[in-house]
């Protein structure tokens, strides 16, 4: 398992401010109950902020983690971005010290084994499983539960959300249900919103969610790309890239490599078994 921060580009120290106007009502109240009981396994739920650059909007985050106890921020972005005016993350400090910067979503997601992308919908085909906030927190209690479980909730930003292509790193999807308006082509919440409702349904869902109890766990989203650089590889080496171009896009090889749903302990053996695939059509080709 890859330690936190490990692989990141960069840590951000942020000044502690004052606690004053910070939310002392019945959520807060919620979050603390619920982080007592679950501390530990809130602290394998990593948030991942995709292309976010309003620092008062990554604020917002820091402090709905910090209400309802979770601690791991990521931020994916080309830019750099200045955490130091996050204004709005009152009391939460902590999070935005210890928050880790990438430059993939590939390398923000490498030790997570479930990893579940937020959308709005819209118009967008989709191909993934689809599941409303309200039916995700068992799910994700369940790997939490897990041996080694650990959870990345993907957002994008307020304009595009999750291209495609970082979609394709997800095992399955939520969407948030909002309310219709004729004047609204593509309703979508703001960010601090929007992860705020979906952590509060994870503690919440986490009171009633099913202990999965020691079951095998999942190969880590590192794993699941060297497996999809592998096969890949395959497909190109043995010709079928070249003749089913159509099937042999990475994003289509990584959707189908996540369907699989391929256990920790069986990584190793997928990953052998392609690199003997390469060594013989290789050696093959050189007779």
């Not at 394998?44 to 921020?73: K, Q, S, T, Y």
């Amino acid at each position: 398992m890859v330690e936190e921060g490990t692989n990141r580009r960069s840590s951000f120290y942020v000044r502690g401010q004052a606690a004053g106007g910070c939310l002392r009502g019945p959520l807060f109240f919620v979050a603390a109950r619920i982080k007592d009981v679950n501390g530990r396994e809130l602290d394998r739920v990593v948030v991942v902020l995709v292309r976010a650059r309003n620092p008062n909007n990554i604020g917002a985050v820091a402090r709905a983690m910090h209400d309802f106890g979770f601690r791991r921020l990521r931020v994916v972005n080309e830019y750099a971005v200045p955490f130091e005016t996050a204004r709005s993350a009152v009391d939460a400090s902590e999070v935005l010290a210890e928050a880790a910067a990438f430059d993939s979503v590939e390398d923000a997601v490498s030790d997570c084994t479930l990893v579940v992308g937020t959308t709005a919908v819209g118009e967008r085909a989709l191909q993934h499983p689809l599941y409303a906030l309200t039916e995700v927190g068992g799910m994700i209690g369940e790997e939490l539960a897990r041996e080694g479980g650990r959870v990345a909730l993907l957002f994008g930003s307020e304009k595009t959300g999750l291209s495609n292509e970082e979609l394709s790193h997800c095992h399955w999807l939520l969407t948030i249900p909002m309310e219709a308006h004729e004047e609204v082509r593509h309703p979508s919440m703001n960010l601090g919103q929007a992860v705020a409702v979906c952590l509060y349904e994870l503690v919440r869902g986490r009171e009633s969610a099913v202990s999965a109890g020691g079951g095998n766990s999942a190969a880590t989203a590192g794993e699941v790309e060297r497996l999809t650089a592998l096969l890949t590889e395959v497909l190109e080496e043995t010709g079928y890239a070249k003749r089913h171009p159509a099937n042999s896009d990475e994003a289509q090889i990584r959707r189908l490599v996540l369907r699989m749903g391929i256990a920790a302990n069986d990584a190793p053996v997928w990953m052998g078994i392609l690199r003997q695939i390469l060594w013989r059509v290789r050696g093959r080709d050189r007779d």
